[in-house]
């Protein structure tokens, strides 16, 4: 039990003359070990990007054949197409195109009024159809 004990001090003694600031073991090899790391860490990066880019390119001649079996254009072109759309649309004009508006709403109101009124005229009794139109 005391060689134990022994191990177990003589170990943590090491250890806390470290921490206390005494001198640490230098190991010769540390530097070129050190950069031997450093290399097969720069090495496994390298291999993990080509590999990254080899998987996307492969996925992008996925999507390319899918875009072309259903006719599907990339964002890219959808939007680059807008784009020369609304310009060409616009060449002549100093203002933004107009929107559509829908039928029913804008200067005909009076008249869809005139109109809805008249419909429910015709369903009150006489003597109210009176009182209403005066």
């Known amino acids: 039990m005391d060689f134990v004990m022994k191990q177990a001090l003589g170990g943590a003694t090491k250890d806390m003359g470290k921490m206390l600031g005494g001198e ?4 010769p090899d540390a530097s ?3 950069e031997e790391r450093q290399e097969a860490l ?4 390298e291999e993990r990007k080509s590999k990254h ?3 996307e390119a492969e996925r992008e001649k996925v999507r ?6 259903y006719g599907l254009k990339k964002k890219e072109e959808k939007e680059a197409e807008e784009k020369a759309a609304m310009e060409q649309a616009c060449e002549g004009s100093l203002t933004r195109p107009k929107k559509a508006i ?3 709403c804008g200067d005909d109101e009076d008249e869809d009024e005139e109109s809805i ?6 369903f009150l009794p006489g003597p109210l159809q009176d009182m209403f139109k005066k």
């Open 64 to 69: 390319q054949t899918i875009r072309d079996k």
């Open 117 to 122: 009124l008249d419909t429910v005229l015709k």
């Open 102 to 104: 829908p039928r029913g």
């Open 24 to 27: 640490e073991e230098k190991d």
């Open 42 to 45: 720069r090495q496994q990066e």
């Open 53 to 55: 880019a080899r998987m």
């Open 32 to 34: 070129k070990k050190e």
